[in-house]
Every structure is written in C-alpha cells, then in structure tokens.
Nanobody, 119 residues
C-alpha cells in the first residue's frame, strides 16, 4: 500500500516555473514506477510523464517535453515535477501516481494539487 500526497501547486504567471512534489509513504518507494498526470476542467486526465524506480528512465508527453523534468529522491520517498515556461494551457489539477512496474497499471493516486497559470 502506498499513500501519495502532492504539494507545490499554486497560482503563477505565464512564463514562470513551479516545482511540484509528491511524498510517498511506505518503505519500498524505490520499487515503484512513478507517474505525473493532469486534468484540466472539462477535459480527460492527461499523462504528463513518468520515471522508473531507479530514476534512470524517464518519459514525457509531447505536450510538455522540453519544459518539464521529473526526478525522484528515493531516500526521501519523494518524486518531483519541475515545470518551466508555464503556459495558461498548463492549468490543471496535477496528480502523481504509483505502479509496481512499468507494465502494470497505476494503482495508487494522490489527491492532486491545483496549478493555475494566468496569462
């Protein structure tokens, strides 16, 4: 069982940067593949990116590639989403999620943190 708590969201202006954090409970954090998702009002939840348990494999959605970086600190059981050059279309609730392997489904989700980008 993994519990996830996101933080770091807020209201920023276009062009600003923001770093989201996702703190996980449990002693086996490094064994989980972690993902970031977002959901804008009236839209489907969208994949943002993922990072492997060791942190050496990362993948980003095309809509954010080049502007975001996912990292993790397994000693702190925390995964991060660094977002730069934010745009109004990045406005969404951002969620982190955990899965036991790269081929399994995301079984654990956080409650989300709101990111609002003003123009």
């Amino acid at each position: 069982q993994v519990q996830l708590v996101e933080s770091g969201g807020g209201l920023v202006q276009a062009g600003d940067s923001l770093r989201l954090s996702c703190a996980a409970s449990g002693r086996t954090f490094s064994s989980y593949d972690m993902g970031w998702f977002r959901q804008a009002p009236g839209k489907e939840r969208e994949f943002v990116g993922r990072i492997s348990g060791s942190g050496d494999i990362k993948y980003y959605a095309g809509s954010v590639r080049g502007r975001v970086t996912i990292s993790r600190d397994n000693a702190k059981s925390t995964v991060y989403l660094q977002m730069n050059s934010l745009k109004p279309e990045d406005t969404a609730v951002y969620y982190c999620a955990a899965r036991r392997s790269a081929t399994s489904s995301y079984d654990y989700w956080g409650q989300g943190t709101q990111v609002t980008v003003s123009s």
